[in-house]
C-alpha cells in the first residue's frame, strides 16, 4: 500500500510523526478514511478512538476528545487538544 504522512499533535508535543497507510476516525460528518491521495480537505473531529495502520500491518488505536483534521499532498495532521494511546505496538 502506498503511505502518507501522519502527524499526531497535542499540547504535548507530537505523539506520532511517521508514515502510516491509512488512518479512520469521525469527522463532524460521519467517519472518515484516510489513505495515500487522499482529497486535501480541512474537517473537525468529533471525540472518537482513531486507527492507525503502519504499513507492516500494526494497528495502533488512540482516543481523541476532538480536534481539527487536514488532508495535503500526502501529508495528514491531527490536531488534538486531548490525544492518548489505547494500544500501541
Not at 500500500?1 to 488512518?23: C, H, I, K, Q
Not at 492507525?52 to 476532538?66: A, F, K, N, V
Not at 488532508?71 to 486531548?82: D, E, F, I, K, P
Amino acid at each position: 500500500m502506498n503511505a502518507f504522512r501522519l502527524t499526531v499533535s497535542s499540547p504535548n508535543g507530537n505523539l506520532f510523526d511517521e508514515e502510516a497507510v491509512f488512518l479512520r476516525l469521525r469527522g463532524v460528518e460521519g467517519e472518515l478514511a484516510i489513505m495515500a491521495g487522499h482529497v486535501p480537505f480541512v474537517t473537525v473531529v468529533k471525540p472518537c478512538d482513531c486507527k492507525i495502520e503502519l504499513d507492516d500491518g500494526t494497528e495502533m488505536i488512540g482516543h481523541t476528545e476532538g480536534g481539527v483534521l487536514s488532508v495535503a499532498s500526502n501529508r495528514v495532521t491531527l490536531l488534538s487538544g486531548s490525544f492518548a494511546w489505547k494500544e500501541k505496538a
